[in-house]
């Protein structure tokens, strides 16, 4: 007679409530190589997929900036003026907020806000990004993906010297 014992084993990943900023940190990391292997390969996918790619990218670059300063000891004037003297970094917060202010009910702005945007994706497939303020006094265009790599290094260097790790 044998006799053989089977395991079987479970596992479950939870959440927490309030998203931390190192899952922030994380999902920009994927979506980073997400869209570098977008670039690499050219899939054929639709314009909408690559659109939410890079808007999801972007928008993850400010959403890194809430989740730091409601978590951790940094203040929300330091990681904001981080933010908005930081010109990449300023495109990004300008594209989290287009939608916003396109939407909400008009309130007074302090400042000369930033608007940003997929302007298109070209037929080489690099996605092309356009901002202005509204003065107008300010205005550009850049690569995604080159703006998205300058946004990690920008964000990396920031929580490095402030010792957020």
């Avoid at 922030?24 to 190589?33: F, G, K, N, S, V």
């Avoid at 869209?35 to 390969?41: D, G, N, Q, R």
């Avoid at 993906?145 to 490095?160: D, F, G, I, K, M």
């Amino acid at each position: 007679m044998v006799i053989t014992a089977a395991l079987t084993a479970t596992g479950s990943v939870g959440h927490l409530k309030q998203r931390t900023w190192q899952t922030t940190w994380h999902d920009i990391d994927h979506q980073l190589a997400e869209l570098e292997a977008y670039y690499v390969a050219r899939p054929a996918v639709s314009n909408g997929s690559v659109r939410l790619m890079v808007e999801h990218l972007l928008e993850s670059f400010r959403e890194l900036g809430d989740r730091l300063w409601r978590t951790t000891d940094l203040s929300e004037s330091a990681v904001k003026t981080f933010v908005h003297g930081n010109p990449d970094l300023e495109v990004c917060d300008g594209f989290a907020h287009a939608s916003k202010r396109n939407f909400r009910r008009k309130r007074r702005v302090s400042h000369d806000p930033l608007t940003a945007w997929i302007e298109r994706e070209s037929t080489d497939g690099a996605v092309v990004i356009r901002w202005e303020n509204q003065s107008g006094t300010v205005t550009g265009t850049d690569d995604a993906l080159a703006l998205a790599r300058r946004c990690v290094a920008a964000w990396r260097s920031y929580l490095t010297h402030h010792g957020v790790t």
